[in-house]
């Protein structure tokens, strides 16, 4: 088992073997002497230690040789320093668990982000009356308050130490992301939102409980952080439906020009693929932390989900636009 | 970034210093700092008059220029030589809606109490008392609560970094100790309703119950202050509900190894005063400015809300009976 880690699965003898009368000489220190074991038996056995052969085969072809006598055998000799082991415990490419990560979250979708009334409404919305001003404004300052707190979830990976590939990549992607809560507020700005306004404002639950998400998994988790990137800057877009939908039903360009332009920005940086790119350049995941990220997936997409889930509740209902700290 | 007279938009000079006007110079000084400069005759009562701007203090540059046209070209290099031997502050500080640590913390209770008094009731508690919650229900909220609990003591963590006094690092460290090993505690509580050991460590939180963790465990890192002023919502004594709790268990023939350790736990939490941690913790504060008030209460009545949100989401969640009620997804 190679969870066990006194075990050496492909062990490699590093010292020289050899015969002398009755006992064994392991290089210049190490004299072994055979004593539940034929000589021969244990001469062969440590011949095998090669580092290419299996510890299961060198017992298999060995009848004499007990199981215990050579887990004893590898573990005496891993003490004394004269045993090194090339196995590797199971692992795969980041390329290709990302595909994996990828499906679940499409999976998840299916059942809830693509069911989300938000989206829904924006995706058959035509004529004004289908897509109310201030549901489209609602999403915006909820997208502001995301935008705004970007920094909470992104500065804890730009120092990313163990891959300086991935780190090069995310503070490109930061760079590139720096300020965009700056356009989102032109967009406010048209429908009579200040800076100031946006100050006192309090976002819904939903939001702060995305951007809280993001930043604690970005601080404890980033390989779970990286995952998530490819679905949050719209993997695979080549437009946004909610910009569409703005466009279709005839909102003032003032409005939804800064949206479009954010848009384009990620769009045409090819953000949508950074999960892919990050992953691409971690060499080796290994199962146990596969399973793991496997296992967060739902919870991600749910957490996605009901951030629009928020969108449609506040902002279709008959409530202040603004929550705000004054108001507490 | 620029230069520094820019930064200062109403200067003033700064506490201590002293001026000497004569016909022909000026001489302005503070400790061992001297600095004087020349001007013609004529320029004096110029002079005299942005003298006595700078000690007074409360108008802005250009307004300062308006009012000595006759030097008005020289008003900015001037600023800029007293202001690199470090002789002005900003006139007009920061100090609106400055507090300190223990009045912010009285402000934050009253808005917790007014953010929970806009919810009319626990809709757990409420489901318990009205005899609707589900054996489900009951041990779907132990799963959710003991996420929390596991997830405890690698949140608070973090904030020992920040405790920069004896007496704060005192309070943290007693306060992340007593949260220790409770996981354990809680664990076998789940294990006397059948959930194994392997589905505890494989339970995926609810939405609201991660959101909790998460922003405990991101403010103990990003915003201490906000750590601090929350603490106190998870650890509030909750008597009417840990009976209400314990009745309808009672009644669903769940056994008593499993709601007693609930009981135990919540009754730790009452020894130990948990829920005047953030008032102590608080109290250790200096003053705190207004955008740093605005941030802490911001993030109390968020926390609020996500806890009510977790009630609902544990009633939707764990409804319907299920072979297995963790919330597993790692053969997904």
């Known amino acids: 088992m190679t969870e066990d880690t006194y075990t050496a699965s492909r062990p490699r003898l590093i010292a020289e073997v050899r015969v002398n009368e009755a006992t064994l000489m392991l290089g210049d220190r190490h004299t072994l002497v055979a004593r539940d074991l034929p000589q021969t038996v244990l001469e062969r056995t440590l011949r095998r230690m090669d580092g290419a052969t299996t510890l299961d085969r060198i017992v298999l072809d060995e ?22 082991d090339s ?35 924006c995706l058959a919305a035509n004529a004004p009356d289908e897509l109310p001003q201030r549901l489209a404004t609602g999403m915006v300052i909820e997208n502001w308050h995301f935008l705004f707190r970007e920094s909470y979830f992104d500065a804890p990976v730009l120092s990313y130490v163990p891959n300086t590939a991935v780190r090069l990549l995310l503070n490109e992607f930061f760079a590139e992301e720096y300020g965009h809560d700056e356009i989102l507020l032109r967009s406010l700005a048209h429908v009579g939102l200040t800076y100031e306004d946006m100050q006192d404002a309090i976002p819904l639950p939903e939001t702060m409980a995305l951007c809280n998400a993001l930043a604690y998994w970005a601080h404890n988790d980033p390989l779970f952080f990286f995952a998530t990137l490819g679905l ?38 090819c953000h949508g693929n950074l999960s892919r790119l990050i992953y691409q350049k971690i060499p080796a995941i290994t199962e146990a932390e596969a399973r793991r990220l496997k296992a967060q997936i739902p919870l991600f997409v749910d957490l996605y989900d009901a951030f629009y889930s928020g969108v449609w509740r506040h902002y279709t209902a008959d409530a202040p636009l603004l929550r705000r700290v004054s108001e507490l | ?53 700078l000690t007074t203090g409360g108008g802005t540059i250009d307004t300062m220029i308006a009012t000595v046209p006759e030097i008005a070209e020289k008003v900015p290099p001037l600023l800029q030589a007293l202001d690199a031997v470090r002789l002005l502050v900003d006139a007009r500080p920061h100090t609106a809606g400055m507090v300190s640590g223990a009045q ?30 589900t054996r489900e229900h009951l041990i779907g909220y132990a799963l959710e609560y003991f996420y929390i609990v596991k997830a405890a003591p690698g949140l608070i963590a973090p904030a020992l970094a920040t405790a920069f006094t ?40 609810l939405p609201a119950t991660f959101a909790l963790c998460a922003a405990l465990g991101v403010y103990a890192r ?41 009981r135990d736990h919540a009754d730790l939490n009452a020894d130990y005063d948990h829920a005047d941690i953030s008032r102590e913790l608080l109290a250790l504060e200096g003053v705190i400015d207004r955008e740093a008030v605005v941030v802490v209460k911001r993030h109390v009545a968020l926390m609020i809300e996500t806890m009510i949100q977790q009630e609902e989401q544990i009633l939707a969640a764990y409804a319907e009976p299920r072979a297995t009620i963790a919330r597993i997804f790692e053969n997904a």
């Open chain 2, 166 to 205: 004896r007496r704060e690092r005192n309070l943290l460290q007693e306060f992340l100790k007593s949260e220790l090993g409770h996981d354990a505690f809680l664990g076998r509580a789940l294990e006397a309703v059948g959930i194994t050991s392997a589905e505890l460590e494989a339970h995926q939180p």
């Open chain 2, 1 to 53: 970034m620029d230069a520094t007279i820019a930064g200062l938009s109403h200067p003033k000079f700064r506490p201590g210093v002293t001026t000497d006007v004569g016909p022909n110079s000026v001489t302005v000084r503070v400790g061992e700092t001297k600095c004087a400069f020349a001007f013609e005759t004529a320029e004096a009562p110029a002079v005299a008059r942005l003298i006595d701007q």
């Open chain 1, 63 to 84: 009848p004499a040789l007990p199981r215990e006598a050579a887990d004893e055998l590898v573990a005496s000799l891993d003490a004394l320093g004269l045993i090194d």
């Open chain 1, 232 to 269: 949050l800057e719209g993997q695979g877009m080549k437009e946004d439906s909610f910009i569409e939908a703005c466009t279709r039903v005839g909102m003032d360009e003032a409005f939804v020009g800064p949206l479009r332009t954010h848009a384009n920005i990620n769009i045409s940086a």
């Open chain 2, 222 to 262: 990003q915003h201490p202050l906000s750590f601090k002023a929350v603490l106190f919502l998870f650890e509030m004594a909750q008597a009417a509900f840990i009976d209400a709790f314990d009745a309808r268990c009672r009644e669903l023939d769940l056994p008593a190894a499993f709601y007693l350790p609930l």
């Open chain 1, 87 to 121: 196995a590797l415990p199971a692992f795969r490419s980041g390329s290709e668990v990302i595909l994996e990560l990828e499906e679940l979250i499409e999976a998840r979708c299916e059942t809830t982000i693509y069911r989300n009334p938000f989206w829904r409404t």
């Open chain 2, 104 to 133: 912010l913390y009285r402000e934050v209770r009253r808005i917790a109490e007014r953010v929970t008094r806009r919810v009319a009731r626990s809709a757990f508690q409420t489901a318990l008392v009205e005899r609707h919650a």
